[in-house]
């Protein structure tokens, strides 16, 4: 069974700063795909960002860039220059191997950007 | 048009009502979803329409219906609902293939009383 693990469940960041939520993850299938996504309080989910198991880099998407540590089993979402319209609920997810399409989510990290 | 469109974004119902909420999407995807969200939980799977299955989580009480009648629509019948069934509705597609993105709609916020 797959699962997904972020332990913030706020986070606060100046405006202009940098701040990381974390993701951890577990299975023990090779092969997986790890997303993150944004939903502000109009409610719609927004892809941010996407790491597959065998990519050698971290993935990167303007100012969001993906810490992957495959042996600690982590996938940290990193946001640099922090604005206010961050303030949002982020979640990560995972899809995991055997052809599965079906993403599982984490319970999410709310940030608050402050001025 | 927005890439997912939900359909009604609100709705309060009584336990006994019948009420259906409507996803459509135009992206020419070939896999819906529906999640409920409620607070304090992480996104819970009910539904997966793809070209090849249905999935569908265990779970879910048979008092929620799915329907999809072609790969762009898909539809939530709600019958003699309980309170604790409030929560955020979203519904979601994809290409159905493995590791790819879901698109979302902004979701039907469900109360019932």
């Known amino acids: 069974a797959q699962k997904i693990t972020q332990t913030q469940p706020g986070m606060f960041v100046q405006e202009k700063e940098a701040v990381t939520l974390d993701c951890t993850y577990d299975t023990s299938d090779p092969s997986y795909g790890l997303f993150w996504y944004k939903q502000p309080s109009s409610g719609e989910m927004i892809f941010l960002i996407y790491q597959g198991s065998y990519d050698q880099q971290n993935a990167t998407e303007g100012r969001y860039s993906l810490n992957f540590q495959k042996a600690r089993k982590s996938a940290n979402l990193v946001i640099s220059a922090s604005q206010l319209g961050d303030s949002a609920m982020y979640f990560c997810a995972m899809t995991h191997g055997g052809g599965s399409y079906i993403p599982t989510f984490g319970r999410g990290t709310s940030l608050i950007v402050h001025p | 048009e927005t890439g997912v469109t939900q359909t009604p974004r609100h709705l309060v119902m009584g336990m006994t009502n019948k009420k259906s909420l409507k996803c459509e999407q135009h992206l020419g995807h070939n896999a819906m979803y529906w999640y409920k969200q409620s607070a304090k939980k992480p996104l819970e799977l009910m539904f997966v329409y793809s070209l090849e299955e249905r999935v569908e989580n265990n779970s879910v009480p048979s008092r929620f219906s799915p329907e999809c009648p072609n790969s762009s629509h898909l539809f939530l019948h709600l019958h003699t609902l309980q309170p604790e069934d409030s929560a955020l509705y979203l519904c979601?597609?994809?290409?159905?293939?493995?590791?790819?993105?879901?698109?979302f709609g902004s979701g039907t916020q469900l109360s019932v009383l």
């Open positions: 979601a597609s994809s290409q159905g293939q493995k590791n790819e993105k879901l698109f």
